[in-house]
């Protein structure tokens, strides 16, 4: 059944209707608009806009269409425009023209924008929820490789040697800014439009504040024209996801490259590996290659909204109908890659002697020897000179840095005693990064261990909010 109508001479055209149709996919905004019906229903009945027994049947026939949006039994047809539409020829089909009566005061345009914000809300949460296990699998896997050295990189050079916890370690807060995005990102989006109409409220005596209320929002619109138009919270949401996947993709990429022959540090379980349908010998690492493949179209949703708007007109335009797929599109990426990244990085062993033995070469160790002469108050620029001489050194006879001899050492710089041979190992370079936030294993045990109590508070804080959400659902 068509929502409008009465001024036409005719229907729409096929190719007029197929465009701009969208139940196909945004009928899984059928729970929220549903609810946001019932909040809606609640305050024309309040205000006597809806004789109370009218306002019970009608939601009595809610309750009952939601029993069957969600067993199956009702779904959308051919005709439907969109899930507003075929949710009221629901609602008609049960209780004929009293149906209509739910329309006073609210149009599609503050009805869609509230559907959405709750759908996105509940789905936001849930992202929350998994990121926080990838928090914990994360930790966990850090904190057994904490007194592992392997070589820490810049520009995929050997830089200096780092405790491999602290390496594993550094993609968890990464992840808790994302979590920290998505809080801000939850106050921002509670706002409730409805009540807004079409685009300059309503003349009805309607009660903002209480649908607020009603469906759990922290706060209602302040200018209804914004109220209908406003879609930043689909853009900052898409944000995040980029975000995320960025973030998702940078692990994919460390784990492809070091479960490669030249790296061989990690070995990831058969169980997150896949075949060659020729090569009967290959282990590939798909899962972190999907990680860092699937980023991308996180990014392209965000762009495809952002466009979309630019310039837009304030109030309703149709425009926005575009803002649904790319939203859950990016949310079906992310309840896809996450939990599988979560598993990889849970099964996945480290080769901890190759690490090791790796950790000294590419001279990792030189500025140990540049930092034992700035203790002793030689100038940091003499100190770096006189470091990279033992390296030229070091290359042109096929030594290590600790295979020098005392009376080169001191040619090289005066105050190069027999006391660098000290910091000369790994394992002294490591345990002196002692600064905040530095690899020396205690200060990285420390780090894992705060991280893992911040991601359990937010985890709890989720649930809670998760649990009020799906509460109010079923009110
Ligand atoms: N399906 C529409 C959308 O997703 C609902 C709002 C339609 N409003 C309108 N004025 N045609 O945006």
């Known amino acids: 059944m068509a929502l409008w109508g009465g001024r036409f001479a005719q229907g729409p055209e096929e190719s007029a209707f197929v465009l701009s149709r969208s139940v196909h996919f945004d009928w899984r905004l059928a729970p929220y608009d549903l609810r946001s019906s019932k909040a809606h229903l609640a305050v024309l009945k309040k205000s006597g806009l809806i004789a109370a027994m009218d306002a019970d049947a009608i ?25 507003h ?24 345009n503050d009805q869609v924008t509230t559907d959405l914000r709750l759908f996105s809300i509940d789905h936001m949460l849930e992202v929350a929820r998994l990121i926080t296990l990838l928090q914990t699998a994360i930790l966990e ?14 520009h995929i050079q050997h830089a200096q040697p780092v405790s491999f916890g602290h390496e594993l370690a550094k993609h968890a807060h990464a992840f808790a800014r994302d979590l ?16 807004a109409g079409a685009l300059a409220g309503s003349s009805l005596a309607l009660d903002p504040e209480f649908t607020a209320k009603n469906l759990g929002f922290d706060s209602t619109f302040a200018n209804s024209i914004d109220a209908v138009s406003d879609r930043d919270y689909v853009a900052e949401a898409l944000f995040i996801f980029a975000m995320i996947g960025n973030h998702l993709s940078r692990i994919g990429e460390e784990w492809t490259l070091w479960a ?47 466009t979309m708007l630019k310039g837009l007109p304030f109030a309703y335009n ?36 190759k ?8 001279f990792s160790l030189t500025t140990e020897i540049a930092d034992y002469l700035a203790k002793k108050k030689v100038p940091f620029a003499v100190a770096h000179e006189a470091a990279g001489r033992c390296v030229a050194m070091c290359e042109s006879s096929g030594r290590e840095l600790h295979q020098l001899t005392d ?11 027999g006391g660098v041979r000290e910091v000369l190992t790994v394992h002294g370079a490591i345990n002196s990064r002692t600064t905040a936030g530095g690899t020396a294993p205690v200060l990285v045990t420390a780090q894992i261990k705060a991280a893992l109590a911040a991601n359990a508070k937010t985890e709890k804080e989720i649930a809670s909010k998760h649990a009020a959400f799906s509460e109010m659902m079923s009110a």
Not at 281 to 298: I, T
């Open 260 to 306: 490669s022959q030249e790296f061989a540090w990690a070995k990831i379980a058969d169980a997150y590996s896949t075949g060659s349908s020729i090569m009967p010998q290959k282990k590939n690492p798909d899962m972190a290659e999907l990680a860092r493949g699937k980023s991308g179209r996180l990014v392209g949703n965000l762009m495809s909204v952002l």
């Open 407 to 417: 009376a080169e050492f001191v040619q090289v710089h005066p105050q190069l005693d």
């Open 318 to 353: 149709r425009d926005l109908q575009e803002d649904k797929e790319p939203l859950f599109d990016s949310i079906d990426t992310l309840m896809l890659v996450l939990p599988a990244v979560t598993g990889m990085i849970a099964t996945t062993g480290f080769d901890r002697e």
């Open 355 to 362: 690490m090791a033995l790796a950790a000294p070469g590419g």
């Open 59 to 83: 939601a009595a026939a809610l309750n009952e269409l939601s029993a069957e949006v969600v067993s199956g039994s009702f779904i959308a047809i051919d005709s439907d425009e969109d899930v």
């Open 141 to 154: 896997k850090a904190s057994e490789y904490v007194n592992d050295p392997a070589p820490g990189f810049t």
């Open 85 to 108: 539409s075929a949710l009221e020829r629901g609602l008609n089909e049960k209780i004929g023209a009293l149906g209509g009566a739910i329309r006073a005061g609210r149009s599609r």
């Open 180 to 195: 920290d995005r998505i809080n801000d990102w939850l106050a921002r989006t509670s706002v409730s439009s409805l009540g």
